[in-house]
């Protein structure tokens, strides 16, 4: 299991379940069968007005020489990231393809550190997954507030970028209701997307995380000490 392997935050306590689920095959989502996922669909029924990305004034990041809080913090306050994966399109087979996807880490008040998403077969990125699951997710710290008001630029070195590597996996049915929570929270309008979209549940098995967040080189932060710190200095 992942979970073994990535230290999740106290708050969140599952059941082991043995092994990861993998992605499909393109050759299995071309005919789009019923079951073609180990996941429970989910319906857009929401009855209150939703928007996506609701605005919210993201903290100030912790300090430059904290770098896996910084870290965690970039991923808790990012609600998108540019994933890359290799490509499965005939006319750019195994070139690098970027898309942008909308991510949470968890809950509002339960930050995991590891990215989950919603997304639909059909969608480019999500087949070349079927037929190569490693990919990179790529964060700024420009998605905040505090690389704006400080106007420094998305590239500058101050503007702290985490590159977040590994295998993409379906979530297991035991963790649906938390990744579910976790989306939903955070990007509300996803409750009424089409269920003819075969929706479902994915989040990456992280390998190795780069960061890049001040002046004098990049850092590669341990698992451990990724998954040890917490967002906000409660520990």
């Given at each position: 299991s992942i979970w073994k392997a990535s230290y999740p935050s106290v708050g969140y306590q599952r059941e082991e379940v043995p092994g990861v689920a993998e992605l499909p095959s393109p050759k299995e989502v071309l005919s789009f069968p019923s079951r073609m996922f180990s996941y429970r669909r989910e319906g857009g029924r929401g009855k209150e007005s939703e928007q996506s990305d609701p605005p919210q004034s993201s903290p100030p990041p912790p300090p430059p020489e904290e770098r896996a809080r910084t870290a965690r913090h970039i991923i808790t306050s990012s609600s998108k990231g540019f994933l890359a994966t290799l490509s499965s399109l005939d006319q750019i087979k195994g070139l690098p393809f970027?898309?942008?996807?909308?991510?949470?880490?968890?809950v509002p008040d339960n930050s995991t550190g590891i990215p989950f998403f919603y997304v639909t077969p059909k969608d480019n990125s999500?087949?070349?997954?079927?037929?190569?699951?490693?990919?990179?997710?790529?964060?700024?710290?420009?998605?905040?507030?505090?690389?704006?008001?400080?106007?420094?630029?998305?590239e500058d070195l101050r503007c702290a970028r985490l590159t977040l590597t590994g295998k993409m996996v379906t979530v297991s049915p035991e963790e649906v209701e938390f990744a579910k929570q976790a989306m939903f929270s955070r990007h509300p309008v996803m409750k009424k997307w089409p269920p003819d979209h075969d929706c479902f549940f994915m989040k990456m098995d992280i390998q190795q995380i780069w960061l890049q967040n001040w002046f004098g080189g990049v850092s590669v932060i341990p698992l451990e000490e990724y998954f040890k710190k917490s967002p906000r200095k409660v520990e």
């Open positions: 970027g898309n942008i996807f909308s991510i949470s880490d968890g999500v087949l070349d997954l079927m037929e190569n699951p490693n990919a990179s997710l790529t964060l700024s710290e420009a998605e905040g507030d505090y690389c704006r008001e400080n106007l420094i630029a998305p």
